[in-house]
Antibody, heavy 116, light 107 residues
Framework: EVQLVESGGGLVQPGRSLKLSCVASGFTFNNYWMTWIRQAPGKGLEWVASITNTGGSTYYPDSVKGRFTISRDNAKSTLYLQMNSLRSEDTATYYC?????????WGQGVMVTVSS | DIQMTQSPSLLSASVGDRVTLSCKASQNIYKYLNWYQQKLGEAPKLLIYYTNSLQTGIPSRFSGSGSGTDYTLTISSLQPEDVATYFCQQYNSWPLTFGSGTKLEIK
């Protein structure tokens, strides 16, 4: 059974940093591209970052480029999202997902609240 | 960026109805279109990928169609468990973008 378990969320002040983790199991992690998607409270879905299966390439929308960094440790089957210079508009539930073109497995999500 | 517009934003229908949800892209996305279902308090679930391919385990009452800029998700016979918000997503080009969702209720 595929499982994606996110952690690392919480309340953080604007301008500070936070690092999310996602531990994967039930599939061959190093065969899959991985993606972070977020959802602000009561809002729609927003693509945040994607990474190739080797970690050699990463992709971001302009809204987070230069502030967020996606990475992975294939030996630990773990995906990361380093979030710097956080803003109030980054407040959302962050989901770890498999894939890059379509997202077939999702974690339960982790909440990040950016507020003073 | 490709804008994805879903309509209606809210849809109320009766059990057993045939329901059609619409998703329109701001430019041709060559069928690179997926549909997700999100129930209250849960993570989204992939229903349909590449316009009309049914994800494993998804009931056959769900189907997708479309081309160019216009796409449709159809539920052939609405069931109570289909109450959810439905999102479309394009992957023709970066950045990947989602529609704002259609909330489906039972009348």
């Amino acid at each position: 059974e595929v499982q994606l378990v996110e952690s690392g969320g919480g309340l953080v002040q604007p301008g500070r940093s936070l690092k999310l983790s996602c531990v994967a199991s039930g599939f061959t992690f190093n065969n899959y591209w991985m993606t972070w998607i977020r959802q602000a409270p009561g809002k729609g879905l927003e693509w945040v970052a994607s990474i190739t299966n080797t970690g050699g390439s990463t992709y971001y929308p302009d809204s987070v480029k230069g502030r967020f960094t996606i990475s992975r440790d294939n030996a630990k089957s773990t995906l990361y999202l380093q979030m710097n210079s956080l803003r109030s508009e980054d407040t959302a539930t962050y989901y770890c997902t498999t894939g890059v073109y379509y997202f077939d497995y999702w974690g339960q999500g982790v909440m990040v609240t950016v507020s003073s | 960026d490709i804008q994805m517009t879903q309509s209606p934003s809210l849809l109320s229908a009766s059990v057993g109805d045939r329901v059609t949800l619409s998703c329109k892209a701001s430019q041709n996305i060559y069928k690179y279109l997926n549909w997700y279902q999100q129930k209250l308090g849960e993570a989204p679930k992939l229903l349909i990928y590449y316009t009309n391919s049914l994800q494993t385990g998804i009931p056959s009452r769900f189907s997708g169609s479309g081309s160019g800029t216009d796409y449709t998700l159809t539920i052939s016979s609405l069931q109570p468990e289909d109450v959810a918000t439905y999102f479309c997503q394009q992957y023709n080009s970066w950045p990947l973008t989602f529609g704002s969702g259609t909330k489906l209720e039972i009348k």
